[in-house]
Nanobody, 130 residues
């Protein structure tokens, strides 16, 4: 289990940017798949972005959900054990509780299911006003 703490959420106007941060307490941060998920009211939790080593080569890859490509960016700081989610332009439909997640599965493709991640933060609320 990895202890994860998110921060950076809030009430923001549509069109504005926002940065979410996640701090991980672990000695094996570089080995983890780190991801952001979100859950909007009345909807299931969904994958947003992931960063981690894939396949035999262990090269780091990034994956975004189709719904956020071009607007979201995930950045990982190995020295600080943090992962950030940059939302460049917020839309009302981005309103959700955003979770940071950590997993240890090693596959050829980025894991995107909640069940693939064993550690979760408490979530940070993002509310976008139109």
């Amino acid at each position: 289990q990895v202890h994860l703490v998110e921060s950076g959420g809030g009430l923001v106007q549509a069109g504005e940017p926002l940065k979410l941060s996640c701090a991980a307490s672990t000695r094996t941060f570089s080995d983890l798949i780190m991801a952001w998920f979100r859950q909007a009211p009345g909807k299931e939790r969904e994958f947003v972005a992931g960063h981690g080593r894939l396949g035999v080569s262990g090269v780091y890859h990034i994956k975004y959900a189709d719904s956020v490509k071009g607007r979201f960016a995930i950045y990982r700081d190995m020295a600080k054990n943090t992962v950030e989610l940059i939302i460049k332009v917020l839309k009302p439909e981005d309103t959700a509780l955003y979770y940071c997640a950590a997993g240890t599965v090693r596959r050829d493709t980025m894991p995107t299911e909640s069940a693939d991640f064993g550690s979760w933060g408490q979530g940070t609320q993002v509310t976008v006003s139109s």
